[in-house]
């Protein structure tokens, strides 16, 4: 019997300090109270998050469906915080772990109210908007916005590692100060770094191109993608992606071609030298019918200059010059409407009896070196 009443002695003290001085009892209450909120994190997304979805697709706006599926995920997070916290209030832990687990506790709490405001910086993003219309500014271009969530996310996550960094009494602070000892060689590197950010926020507040513009600068021509803190990213007309320094753009000269209002077509159109000057007034006004009396052409003087004259005798022809615009700045148009000039010019230089002029060269021979060659008759 003694020997009984000491195996169950040792039974009971393995069962309470079993686990790192821990009661496996109290190991598995807490494990219990973890499951508990897990279950009741389910039922949490299952009914209030669906239900709160299911509000906000009815609204008009998404911006109160984009705030949902942004704090959807942090909301959830916190079932997994109380838990844990929960479960460590259950057992009697030994001071150096109860020490670890605060810290874990309030680390992840700072983790969820960092993360929840990282990703609610696109819903909120309409805030810029209004901030500036307060200060009499006009509301910003979606690349702008994007540009200030870009750098505000990066603020937010700045400020997060160190919040938490402190938590675990890591000191932010001598470790900053410390990175003076370096700073001339930080200084050197970053040279570059600091050149392509403020071209970056030039570019911004300049409105020098926005993302979807056509721009032709810094020796590349194309379509704007992405317009990041340290570069932008262009994708050429072969769908090849270059990405190039904001410094670089910022510091040339950059053509804008989204900016167009109208496209321009210019060309020289030569007549054969045999033409008459009835013929060549009767092509100046043929086109000049075409063009003026023509939806496709912008003709306002007041918005653009056209010209349809002959212009000079060339080598070879009559050149009539043709300056114009079109109302379209669409490439794909523009073209169509070049096409439909193009058989047009064909048409008036043909129904007015000329044509085309191509280069050519005549050659007169006053005397043969050989003398005059003998004629044969013809009936032989």
Known sequence: MDSMAGLWAEVASVWQTAVFGIGVGQVLLALATFLLFLLLRRVFTRVVLATLSGITRRTKTSFDDELIAALEQPLRFVFIIIGLYAATQVVELPAQIELLSTRLVRSLIAFTLF?????????????????????????????????????ARFIIVCVGVVAILEEWQFN?????????????????????LMANLFAGVTIFLDNIFVKGDWIKGGGIEGTVEEIGFRTTKVRQFDKALITIPNAKLAGDAVINFSLMTNRRIYWKIGIVYGATEGQLRQIVNGIKDHIFNNDDFEVDPAKVTTLINVDSFNDSSIDIMLYCFTATTSWVEWMRVKEDLAFALKRIVEEAGSSFAFPSTSIYVETLPFGTPELFPAGE
């Open 172 to 192: 932010v602070g001598a470790v900053l100060g410390g990175l003076g000892l370096v700073g001339m060689a930080v200084a050197f590197g970053a040279q570059s």
């Open 115 to 151: 993360w929840t405001l990282y990703r609610c910086v696109n819903p909120l993003s309409f805030l810029i908007d209004e901030a500036f219309g307060v200060f009499g500014h006009s509301a910003l271009g979606d690349s702008l916005k994007e540009f200030v969530a870009k750098l």
